[in-house]
C-alpha cells in the first residue's frame, strides 16, 4: 500500500550521464581490419622502386617478380619485402637505384671563389652557388685564382672515391703558361717533379696552341696535391696565368658558364663510380667475387685476419717451416701495423721568402 501523500504514478527521475571518452575498438586476432605497417623506417619495395621513377607500382611489381631486383646483392622475388633505401643497396637489372637524400651538382667554378666551407674572410664560397637545404661540400680543391669544373655534393663515399689517389680518377687540365715550354719541359712533367710532399707527375701533357710569350698546355693529372700545376711548372720556368679544369673522368664541364651549375644524373654518378673501382681492379688481382682482393664492393679497404684465413688467406691450413715444425705464430698476438710517416707541409717551395 502507497504511503500517505505519494501518488500511484511512478515519479520520473531525470539524470544526466555524464560523458565517457570513446575507446578505441579493440580487435581480436580473428577480426579483419585495415592493417598499419609498423613505423620503422621501412618502406615496400615496389614503392620505392615507383618513387625512383621506374614506372608504375604495378609494373614495379612486375620488376620484382621476374627476378630483376636486387636488394644488398641478393635477388628479391617477394612482393611483401620491406626496405630502407637510405642504407640498403638496391639495384635494377644491375644498375643502381639512385637515393634521392644524396645530391651531386657540376659547378663552374669562377675566379675569386674559395672552395673551403669556412672562410673568416666571408669570400664568396662554392656552396654559395649551388642550391641545398643540407650540409654540402667541395670534392677534391681548386685554389681561389683556378677555374672550371667542381663537384659539390653530400655524398661522403663519393667524394672518397673521386678525390683519393689510390683510385687515379683523371683531371683534365687548360693551362695558359708564360713563355713556350720546350718538348724537354714537357718530358719532364711526365716523368715527375720534386716536390716536398713527394714527386708529382703529369700522366699526360702535350702543347695545345702558342702565342709569342705564352702557350696554353693541356695536363692530365690523377692526383690533386695542393697548387700542383703551379708549383710543377714554376720550378722549370714557366709562371701560370690562367688555370681550368675541364673533365672529370668521363664528366666534362660542357656548356657550363663560369658561375652555372647543373644536377647530376644517377648514370653520370654510376660512371664516376665505375671508373674509379675499375681502376683499383686493374691494379689488383680480381677473386672470385669479382671484386679487388681485399677490399669491398664500394672499394674500401676490409680488414681479413692472416690467422683465420691461413697461409695464403685462402682458408688452408697454416704454412710449416723448413724444419718441419707447424708454425706456432698462430698463437702469439699480431704485429702492430707500421706508424704512418708524418706529411710534411703543403708550403709552397717556390713563393718567394720575406725579407
Not at 195 to 216: D, M, N, P, Y
Not at 264 to 278: C, G, N, V
Not at 303 to 318: E, H, L, M, N, W
Request: glycine residues 10%.
Amino acid at each position: 500500500m502507497p504511503a500517505p501523500g505519494s501518488s500511484d504514478r511512478p515519479s520520473r527521475i531525470t539524470s544526466r550521464r555524464r560523458a565517457r571518452p570513446a575507446t578505441p575498438p579493440t580487435t581480436r586476432p580473428g577480426d579483419r581490419g585495415p592493417i598499419r605497417p609498423p613505423d620503422d623506417g621501412l618502406e615496400r619495395l615496389q614503392k620505392v622502386l615507383a618513387a625512383a621513377g621506374l614506372g608504375s607500382r604495378r609494373s614495379c611489381e612486375e620488376l620484382i617478380m621476374t627476378g630483376r631486383v636486387e636488394v644488398d646483392r641478393t635477388v628479391v622475388t617477394a612482393l611483401g619485402t620491406r626496405v630502407d633505401p637510405r642504407r640498403q643497396e638496391i639495384r635494377v637489372d644491375g644498375e643502381r637505384l639512385p637515393d634521392p637524400k644524396r645530391v651531386v651538382f657540376m659547378l663552374n667554378k669562377p675566379v675569386g671563389v674559395v672552395t673551403t666551407n669556412y672562410d673568416p674572410s666571408g669570400r664568396p664560397r662554392v656552396v654559395d652557388l649551388v642550391p641545398g637545404d643540407q650540409r654540402l661540400f667541395a670534392i677534391g680543391r681548386l685554389d681561389r685564382m683556378s677555374e672550371g669544373l667542381i663537384l659539390v655534393t653530400n655524398d661522403g663515399d663519393l667524394a672518397n672515391l673521386l678525390a683519393h689517389p689510390r683510385y687515379g680518377v683523371e683531371k683534365k687540365y687548360l693551362v695558359q703558361v708564360a713563355g713556350v715550354p720546350s718538348p724537354d719541359t714537357l718530358d719532364k712533367l711526365r716523368r715527375g717533379i720534386q716536390l716536398a710532399e713527394g714527386t708529382a707527375r703529369a700522366q699526360h701533357v702535350s702543347l695545345k696552341s702558342q702565342h709569342k710569350q705564352s702557350a696554353v698546355l693541356e695536363m692530365v693529372l690523377d692526383e690533386g696535391k695542393n697548387r700542383e700545376i703551379r708549383r710543377m711548372l714554376a720550378q722549370l720556368g714557366h709562371k701560370v696565368h690562367q688555370l681550368k679544369r675541364v673533365a672529370v673522368g668521363q664528366l666534362s664541364l660542357g656548356g657550363l658558364l663560369p658561375g652555372q651549375h647543373r644536377l647530376l644524373a644517377w648514370s653520370e654518378i654510376d660512371a664516376l663510380r665505375r671508373d674509379a673501382l675499375a681502376h683499383v681492379g686493374s691494379a689488383r688481382p680480381a677473386v672470385d667475387s669479382g671484386r679487388p682482393r681485399g677490399r669491398r664492393p664500394d672499394g674500401r679497404p676490409e680488414r681479413f685476419d692472416r690467422q683465420s684465413r691461413g697461409a695464403r688467406g685462402t682458408g688452408g691450413p697454416p704454412r710449416q717451416r723448413p724444419g718441419g715444425r707447424d708454425d706456432d705464430r698462430g698463437s702469439r698476438p699480431p704485429r702492430p701495423a707500421p706508424r704512418p710517416r708524418k706529411r710534411p707541409g703543403k708550403a709552397s717551395t717556390w713563393r718567394k721568402q720575406r725579407g
